[in-house]
């Protein structure tokens, strides 16, 4: 696994990836409740590094059933606490989005894939598609571990787009998607667990060309894809998880699981209608191939179920003996190669 440093963010750790599951919210900085009782305030010092940040809550962004996301106005302070540009802090805000559980879960853990994905990807000259985290402490509300990251903009939902979006553009995002999974899971042994088409991100850009696995890859098209919310992401042998960023899924369950990520992906495009009725009959063959995993064809009963299946599909994701090696990684790159020779070569 690779390592991964903490100490930007006032966390005492630096080390293998591996190793942030010994690092609990009693390592995280404290923030402390202003006395409007919505700022909250933010000192920390590591080694030479002293950051001092003033958040204050504008709006929500997201309200889901069990996060919470929230637009913040972040303002960095000088040593002696003044805001003062004069004094070292910043005269004008940065707007950051501030992600916290509904469910007394700390989302620390989530914030650690984060970072350690976008330094990864980083390497690679793909560090955009990976939010930047900025901060990581224990919120004065709740004592638990929370985080901000520096918003997309311009973005559009693969979800929203997927019934109206061209079969070239489906294939370059699925292409993108690969590339991301196949370094992330190298790297890294992790998955994501909860690659819906609502987690992938459109912004207007050129695809992917990346020197990976001895040979340069490429994935052209007008989208640039980004990857969001790892709050279901596990890391570990391929026997057991070892990082868990939640208790939705037990640490006996392995991580990571073959072609788990891009399966749970190709279902839930599958599952729309809209898309399904305008596919060619090369696409719809290639998702054939991929959803037939050894000795079951999920074709049909997708078909059948629509939009219903998606409850289904994190049951059988959480099977214990779940694989789909027609779903690696390496494997999608390499039949849409064959197929797209235009637009994806790997």
């Not at 992600?99 to 650690?112: Q, T, V």
């Not at 330094?119 to 709740?142: K, Q, S, W």
């Not at 997927?162 to 042994?189: F, H, K, M, T």
């Not at 289904?312 to 003996?321: A, D, I, K, P």
């Amino acid at each position: 696994m690779d390592f991964v440093n903490l100490r930007p963010y006032g966390i005492s750790y630096a080390g293998p990836f591996l190793g942030v599951k010994y690092v609990s919210d009693g390592f995280l900085p404290q923030a402390v409740m202003r006395e409007d009782e919505r700022t909250q305030e933010l000192q920390f010092a590591s080694g030479n590094l002293y950051k001092h940040r003033v958040i204050t809550p504008k709006e929500v962004a997201f309200n889901g059933s069990h996060g919470l996301v929230e637009v913040v106005e972040v303002r960095e302070g000088g040593e002696d606490g003044l805001l003062g540009v004069e004094d070292g802090g910043t005269e004008e805000a940065e707007v950051l989005f501030q992600k916290s559980s509904k469910d007394g879960e700390s989302l620390s853990c989530e914030a650690f894939f984060q970072v350690a994905a976008r330094g990864v990807l980083a390497e690679y000259g793909l560090e955009g598609a990976i939010a930047e985290v900025r901060d990581i402490f224990r919120d004065a509300r709740t004592g638990r571990g929370v985080f901000t990251m520096v918003p997309f903009q311009d973005i559009k939902l693969f979800s929203d787009m997927l019934g109206e979006l061209p079969e070239a553009d489906v294939v370059s995002v699925l292409g993108q998607v690969g590339v991301l999974l196949w370094i992330l899971g190298e790297r890294l042994d992790m998955n994501h667990r909860d690659l819906k088409t609502n987690n992938v991100i459109l912004c207007d850009g050129e695809g992917i060309e990346v020197a990976w696995a001895d040979r340069l890859v490429c994935v052209g098209g007008r989208w640039s894809v980004k990857l969001v919310d790892f709050g279901f992401a596990c890391a570990g042998t391929g026997r057991r998880t070892l990082v868990n960023a939640t208790g939705f899924f037990p640490a006996s369950d392995p991580c990571p699981k073959t072609g788990r990520d891009l399966f749970q992906l190709l279902t839930v495009m599958y599952m729309c209608e809209e898309f399904r009725g305008r596919m060619s009959v090369g696409l719809r063959g290639l998702f054939k191939k991929w959803l037939t995993i050894p000795g079951r064809d999920y074709i049909q009963f997708l078909e059948n179920m629509g939009e219903r299946g998606l409850d289904w599909v994190y049951f059988l994701l959480g099977s214990q003996s779940f694989a789909a090696p027609s779903c690696e990684p390496a494997a999608v790159l390499a039949d849409l190669s064959a197929a797209y020779p235009e637009i994806v070569r790997a």
